[in-house]
């Protein structure tokens, strides 16, 4: 499989704590997203990193990127009860020079629970 | 929020009936997708669409099939629907900005077969 694995499964946190969630992958990539999904409802794109990126900031997001280790981290600062959410990582995989099969392969994703 | 709609939200239907689920993007994006997603899952892609007329099958095997007669619209057809197809179809098109393209998300169809 080429899906991202992201790890822990599982987060809980008190507001105003960080979260950290990381994802694995197996094969080369173009770029690496990370999205989000509240309960019930559809992902909604949050940042991306590309291939050669190691680190990427938006707003209280950091996203680092390891491609050595096939790897990536998904940091949000100050965290809030309205983060709780699942958050996915997808990987944009590299096919011969460069190309991209044009899809993306999801995880299974971390539910993160922010308690007040 | 991105300009994708799925309708229905909840489907609620017995065995053997066909239905039909609705995608429709206003963004004129070429690529759209359906994903299918167990609790607690990952995401499987079951069909995708590069264009009018285009459509493939996805990584994950599935007994549904797919049209593409309009740009803005991807409808996902079950002929006979079973207790097994009980999941949440979410449907996604991709839009690019320079060398990336990312998805967005219609809200999903949670469809249960009784």
């Known amino acids: 499989s080429q899906q991202g694995e992201e790890d822990p499964q599982a987060l809980s946190i008190q507001e105003g704590e960080n979260a950290t969630m990381n994802c694995s992958y197996k094969?080369?990539?173009?770029?690496l997203q990370w999205y989000r999904q509240n309960s019930g409802r559809g992902l909604v794109h949050l940042i991306l990193i590309r291939s050669n990126e190691r680190e990427k900031h938006s707003g209280r997001l950091r996203v680092t990127l390891d491609t050595s280790k096939k790897s990536s981290s998904l940091l949000i600062t100050a965290s809030r009860a309205a983060d709780t959410a699942s958050y996915f990582c997808?990987?944009?995989?590299?096919?011969?020079?460069?190309?991209?099969?044009?899809?993306?392969?999801f995880g299974r994703g971390t539910q993160l629970t922010v308690w007040p | 929020e991105a300009d994708i709609y799925q309708t229905p939200r909840y489907l609620v239907i017995g065995t053997g009936k066909k239905i039909t689920l609705e995608c429709s993007q206003t963004?004129?994006?070429?690529?759209m997708y359906w994903y299918q997603q167990d609790p607690g899952m990952e995401l499987h892609l079951i069909h995708y669409s590069y264009g009018v007329n285009s459509t493939e099958k996805g990584d994950l095997s599935s007994e549904s099939t797919v049209s593409r007669i309009r740009t803005e619209h991807f409808p996902l057809t079950l002929e006979s629907a079973r207790p097994s197809h009980t999941s949440q179809y979410l449907c996604a098109s991709s839009g690019k900005q320079g060398w990336d393209e990312k998805l967005f998300f219609g809200s999903g169809t949670q469809l249960s077969v009784l």
């Open positions: 997808a990987t944009d995989v590299k096919v011969d020079r460069g190309s991209t099969l044009g899809r993306l392969y």
């Open positions: 094969t080369s990539i173009n770029n």
């Open positions: 963004m004129g994006h070429d690529k």
